[in-house]
Every structure is written in structure tokens, then in C-alpha cells.
């Protein structure tokens, strides 16, 4: 899949993180407001409306597995897939973060359209 890479944030010094560990935070990125997850240092970003009913992922949480909970009705995520991991079958469309030199960046997947 193909990406537009948007930088979300600046390097940062030897042991500093993006946000705290094992937390859940809002980022607005081109007038798109998501959640921003780090988990064990790894990030993961997705989209902040939870595709059940609405509920606000960016003020959600990590569970003991590394999934994002809905704080609405707790419906968790897997944060890789977007995949809803109770069975109820959402999914929220998740972005990859990527860490280069100068920074961290966001992908967002690019929309093809094919017209005959
Ligand atoms: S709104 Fe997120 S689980 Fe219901």
C-alpha cells in the first residue's frame, strides 16, 4: 500500500517518547483527530471516532494485551489491524508511524480512483 508520510513531531533526545508509555493521546493531524497509542514504545495511530457508536478512542486506554479500549462501552482493538477483538466485528481504520532521523511520521494510505 501506498502512503503520504506527514511528520507529526520533531526528533527527540536518547530516551525521551512521544507521549508516556502504555498511553493513549489525542493527535490532530490535518484537520483528522485520531489517537495516538504507545505501547511498550512502539506507536500506533488510528482514527479517534470509535466505529461503534462514536465513542472517543483518543480517550481510551491500553489494556494488559496492547489493545486500545473504547471508553464508551470498552470494545477493544486490535492496534496493528484496527480489528475489533471481542467478535463484534468493527474495525477502525488505523495509520503507521514511522521513526526516521528527523523525526516521527504518519502514513496515510493513498486513495486510488480508477474511472472508465
Ligand atoms: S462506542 Fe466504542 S465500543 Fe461502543
Redesign the pocket.
Known amino acids: 500500500m501506498d502512503y503520504n508520510w506527514v511528520k507529526i513531531a520533531g526528533s527527540l533526545p536518547e530516551g525521551k517518547e512521544l507521549i508516556a508509555r502504555n498511553t493513549v493521546a489525542q493527535l490532530l493531524v490535518q484537520g483528522k483527530r485520531l489517537y495516538l497509542a504507545n505501547f511498550d514504545g512502539g506507536y500506533y495511530a488510528g482514527d479517534a471516532r ?1 466505529p ?4 472517543a ?1 483518543d480517550k481510551g486506554w491500553l489494556n494488559e494485551k496492547g489493545q486500545i479500549v ?1 471508553p ?4 477493544c482493538f486490535n492496534l496493528e489491524t484496527g480489528q475489533n477483538t471481542d467478535g463484534e466485528g468493527f474495525s477502525v481504520q488505523t495509520y503507521p508511524i514511522r521513526q526516521l532521523p528527523d523525526g516521527f511520521y504518519i502514513g496515510f494510505p493513498v486513495r486510488k480512483w480508477w474511472f472508465w
Not at 461503534?52 to 465513542?55: D, E, K, M, N, S
Not at 464508551?72 to 470494545?75: N, T
Open positions: 470509535c461503534h457508536a462514536g465513542g478512542m473504547c464508551l462501552h470498552r470494545f
